[in-house]
Structure formats: C-alpha cells, structure tokens
T-cell receptor, first 113, second 113 residues
Framework: SQELEQSPQSLIVQEGKNLTINCTSS?????LYWYKQKYGEGLIFLMM?????EEKSHEKITAKLDEKKQQSSLHITASQPSHAGIYLC?????????????FGQGTTLQVKP | SAVISQKPSRDICQRGTSLTIQCQVD?????MFWYRQQPGQSLTLIAT?????????ESGFVIDKFPISRPNLTFSTLTVSNMSPEDSSIYLC??????????FGPGTRLLVL
C-alpha cells in the first residue's frame, strides 16, 4: 500500500460549492505540506502543518492535521474556477526535518462555472 | 519565499543523448532536492543535492544516470544521461526555506524521442 494516500483521485464541483480532499499517512508525520499544481507546471506552496490539531487558512482554503498526526484534510469554501488544478500532499516522516517529501497521488479538481 | 528558476523550461531530446538542467535560487538555502514527475504520476524524489560533496540518491536512482552538482548554496544542476523515452518527465528542483517551508521550481519538461 502507499505510504501516503489521497482521496478522492478526482473531483468535479459546481462553482460556489465546498469540497474536501483527504491525505492519510501510514506513518506518523513530522510535517505535512499541501501544494497546488496547474497541469504541466511547478508546484505552488499552499501551507505546511506540523502540530497535531493544527489548522491553517489561506484565503478560502483551510487545512487541518489531526491529533494523531497521520491524516490531513484540505477544505475549499465557495469554490471558484481559479481553484481548479491538481492538489498534492507531501509528507515528512520521522522525527526531524530531512526535507525529503513523499507525495500522494494527487487530486484533480475541476470547478464548473 | 524563495524564488527558484530552472533552465531549460522544456526540451525535446534524442535517445542516447544527455541533458543538463539548471536550478538557481535567489537566496542561500541549506537543502536542495531534485524530483521527477512522470506523465500522469506524482512526484518522486531523485536525490538530495549536497553543497560541496556528492549527492545522496534515493533507492532506484544512481549517480551514473543522474549526476548532480551543487557548487554553492544557490545553484545546482541535474544531468539526465543516456536518455531513453522512459526518462520523459517533468524534473523539478526544490529548496527548504525558513520555518521549514519547501518551495519548488517551475520544472523542466523533457520529452525523449
């Protein structure tokens, strides 16, 4: 099984709807990163979570890390076409920052106007 | 945040040839990494580029195929040697920034014919 699993693999939502993407690790996380990627382009850093129970927000995107530090969710409120893209979670495992990220398979989001 | 540039942004190469990809950061960083994203796949870490010493490769990647240089704290190169169509991917460099953030370059899209 994958060390880091994302769900769903793809998502199509109507503009204005809320949505949630999940990222589950098979190991305890030192840190969990969320990125957005437009097709064929580089990764845009969204946020990084490190503490169990931590929650961060950036504009209409909120990410949480559960208390056990093995699962994170990314929530988008009132989605817009500009939110469309591939969302990737990246995990740092272990007890220190090695900088080596393990990535989930990604969630492709389409937002219909 | 760190600003990262990569050259070339894309290339089409013939099998058996080699391509060197450059990564330039606008500030000194401790950790630099190279990732590969094969078509339709997520990111896989190739190696950690160590300043002044040999790179540290992940399982499945070897120095003869992916030689890496890092002469200083702002620059690194990745060479894809003796290319085959299976090397067609997006190659991305990343750096660790302040507060354990991690940023990615725009990527180099490589097509091997």
């Amino acid at each position: 099984s994958q060390e880091l699993e994302q769900s769903p693999q793809s998502l199509i939502v109507q503009e204005g709807k809320n949505l949630t993407i999940n990222c589950t690790s098979s190991k305890t996380l030192y840190g969990l990163y969320w990125y957005k990627q437009k097709y064929g382009e580089g990764l845009i850093f969204l946020m990084m979570l490190q503490k169990g129970g931590e929650e961060k927000s950036h504009e209409k995107i909120t990410a949480k890390l559960d208390e056990k530090k093995q699962q994170s969710s990314l929530h988008i409120t009132a989605s817009q076409p500009s939110h469309a893209g591939i969302y990737l979670c990246g995990a740092l495992h272990g007890s220190s920052n090695t900088g080596k990220l393990i990535f989930g398979q990604g969630t492709t989001l389409q937002v219909k106007p | 945040s760190a600003v990262i540039s990569q050259k070339p942004s894309r290339d089409i190469c013939q099998r058996g040839t080699s391509l060197t990809i450059q990564c330039q950061v606008d500030s000194q960083v401790t950790m630099m990494f190279w990732y590969r994203q094969q078509p339709g796949q997520s990111l896989t870490l190739i190696a950690t580029a160590n300043q002044g010493s040999e790179a540290t490769y992940e399982s499945g990647f070897v120095i003869d195929k992916f030689p890496i240089s890092r002469p200083n704290l702002t620059f690194s190169t990745l060479t894809v040697s003796n290319m085959s169509p299976e090397d067609s991917s997006i190659y991305l460099c990343s750096v660790s920034g302040v507060l354990e953030t991690q940023y990615f370059g725009p990527g180099t899209r490589l097509l091997v014919l």
